[in-house]
């Protein structure tokens, strides 16, 4: 591996990281609870293991499972849209084997009823996986302890047999669902994780940062368009003749910059009118689940940090660190300028978007007020203009 142009990749350590951003997102559309799509992954490996799939299969469905919902921001619901958007997102990512379609079909019901009418054995399995993994945690909550729970449970899919369900897979249910750990398992995150990496085979590949880069892309896109701060990252990293590797992972972290803002609700994120301070404390809180998030995936220290330090000011007022300005190196302040440009550069629920002109005189006053950088802003206005 050349480390100047490459990095070590783990699809399912990304995608059990990234998950709980997408859980937050579930739990305000359909209100499931925490750690949703690691139990959804955990009963879809289950499953894969009854109907006797190999390594590179168990591999896959847990990714799938754990991405499963990573359409619902934009969608809200789930419907083709939703079903489409989240194939094409998949499309994007680095699984191992062979499987088509899996989260284009992963609403369809054994009878046909679902989104797209497949039924049968017309539906992919891993499609049916998450779908009954994804259904009985979302109506039933599989982290709760109680013994009326599992018995709802138990009763709910039999009255869905050959309807929601095969009966294939409720009897593969029935059988693992009899050992008291399968349940005590689900009511903790420890637990789960245990089974998960206890029954998955490390695929880490090697990718280009490039590769990289496409991948976080889609995150990006889950909150807005992302192309604006990218192409103003990527002219900025070129005027400051930044390295390879130092721009792939500037490019990296910007892309990443926002990933927060999928734990707060958009009533909050699209208010039109002033925020309340409760709501304020709210949004200042984004950069921490941003960070929260990306310090689990292996090999973005560098990336954490840039990330989650784009509301840090030279003045050590910003958040939520208050981090000062000698905390804050050269990409910490570019990112952290390029960030208010682009947000000042696209239209909000409260206003229009400005000129660059304009930017650039509202970055100006933030600088003489010792916020921004002065420089940065200066070398912004001659490189974007």
Same mark, same amino acid.
């Given at each position: 591996?050349?480390?100047?142009?490459?990095?070590?990749?783990?699809?399912?350590?990304?995608?059990?990281?990234?998950?709980?951003?997408?859980?937050?997102?579930?739990?305000?559309?359909?209100?499931?609870?925490?750690?949703?799509?690691?139990?959804?992954?955990?009963?879809?490996?289950?499953?894969?293991?009854?109907?006797?799939?190999?390594?590179?299969?168990?591999?896959?469905?847990?990714?799938?499972?754990?991405?499963?919902?990573?359409?619902?921001?934009?969608?809200?619901?789930?419907?083709?849209?939703?079903?489409?958007?989240?194939?094409?997102?998949?499309?994007?990512?680095?699984?191992?084997?062979?499987?088509?379609?899996?989260?284009?079909?992963?609403?369809?019901?054994?009878?046909?009823?679902?989104?797209?009418?497949?039924?049968?054995?017309?539906?992919?399995?891993?499609?049916?996986?998450?779908?009954?993994?994804?259904?009985?945690?979302?109506?039933?909550?599989?982290? =709760? @302890?109680?013994?009326?729970?599992? /018995?709802? +449970? &138990? %009763?709910? !899919?039999?009255?869905?047999?050959?309807?929601?369900?095969? #009966?294939?897979?409720?009897?593969?249910?029935?059988?693992?669902?009899?050992?008291?750990?399968?349940?005590?398992?689900?009511?903790?995150?420890?637990?789960?994780?245990?089974?998960?990496?206890?029954?998955?085979?490390?695929?880490?590949?090697?990718?280009?940062?490039?590769?990289?880069?496409?991948?976080?892309?889609?995150?990006?896109?889950?909150?807005?368009?992302?192309?604006?701060?990218?192409?103003?990252?990527?002219?900025?990293?070129?005027?400051?003749?930044?390295?390879?590797?130092?721009?792939?992972?500037?490019?990296?972290?910007?892309?990443?910059?926002?990933?927060?803002?999928?734990?707060?609700?958009?009533?909050?994120?699209?208010?039109?009118?002033?925020?309340?301070?409760?709501?304020?404390?709210?949004? =200042? @809180?984004?950069?921490?689940?941003? /960070?929260? +998030? &990306? %310090?689990? !995936?292996?090999?973005?220290?560098?990336?954490?940090?840039? #990330?989650?330090?784009?509301?840090?000011?030279?003045?050590?007022?910003?958040?939520?660190?208050?981090?000062?300005?000698?905390?804050?190196?050269?990409?910490?302040?570019?990112?952290?300028?390029?960030?208010?440009?682009?947000?000042?550069?696209?239209?909000?629920?409260?206003?229009?978007?400005?000129?660059?002109?304009?930017?650039?005189?509202?970055?100006?006053?933030?600088?003489?007020?010792?916020?921004?950088?002065?420089?940065?802003?200066?070398?912004?206005?001659?490189?974007?203009?």
């Amino acid at each position: 591996m050349n480390k100047k142009k490459q990095m070590a990749f783990n699809l399912n350590n990304f995608l059990l990281s990234m998950s709980q951003a997408l859980d937050s997102v579930e739990n305000r559309v359909y209100n499931t609870s925490e750690h949703h799509s690691k139990r959804v992954a955990y009963i879809a490996l289950k499953l894969a293991l009854e109907f006797n799939y190999k390594k590179e299969g168990l591999f896959d469905i847990c990714a799938y499972s754990l991405c499963h919902n990573i359409a619902l921001n934009k969608t809200k619901k789930i419907n083709k849209e939703y079903c489409e958007l989240s194939n094409e997102y998949a499309n994007k990512l680095p699984f191992v084997s062979e499987q088509k379609d899996v989260l284009k079909y992963q609403a369809e019901h054994y009878d046909g009823s679902g989104v797209y009418g497949l039924k049968e054995h017309d539906i992919p399995l891993f499609s049916q996986f998450i779908s009954f993994a994804n259904i009985l945690d979302t109506k039933f909550d599989l982290s =709760k @302890s109680s013994i009326d729970n599992r /018995k709802e +449970i &138990l %009763s709910f !899919i039999k009255a869905e047999e050959n309807k929601l369900f095969s #009966s294939d897979m409720i009897e593969c249910f029935e059988e693992f669902s009899k050992s008291t750990s399968f349940w005590l398992d689900l009511q903790n995150e420890n637990d789960v994780m245990s089974f998960i990496f206890s029954k998955l085979q490390d695929f880490t590949i090697v990718l280009d940062f490039e590769e990289i880069l496409d991948i976080t892309k889609i995150f990006a896109k889950l909150l807005d368009d992302e192309r604006l701060l990218l192409e103003s990252c990527e002219k900025l990293a070129d005027f400051y003749d930044f390295e390879h590797k130092d721009k792939q992972v500037f490019l990296i972290a910007a892309s990443l910059s926002k990933l927060g803002k999928l734990f707060i609700d958009e009533s909050i994120l699209n208010k039109k009118d002033t925020l309340s301070q409760n709501e304020y404390e709210v949004i =200042k @809180s984004y950069p921490y689940y941003t /960070k929260k +998030i &990306l %310090s689990n !995936i292996i090999g973005f220290a560098d990336i954490v940090s840039l #990330s989650s330090m784009v509301q840090e000011r030279i003045d050590g007022k910003g958040y939520p660190f208050n981090y000062k300005a000698k905390d804050l190196s050269l990409k910490h302040r570019v990112l952290a300028c390029l960030l208010v440009y682009s947000s000042l550069l696209t239209k909000k629920s409260f206003r229009n978007e400005y000129t660059h002109e304009k930017a650039i005189e509202i970055m100006n006053k933030m600088s003489e007020k010792g916020v921004l950088d002065s420089s940065i802003v200066s070398d912004i206005d001659k490189t974007l203009k």
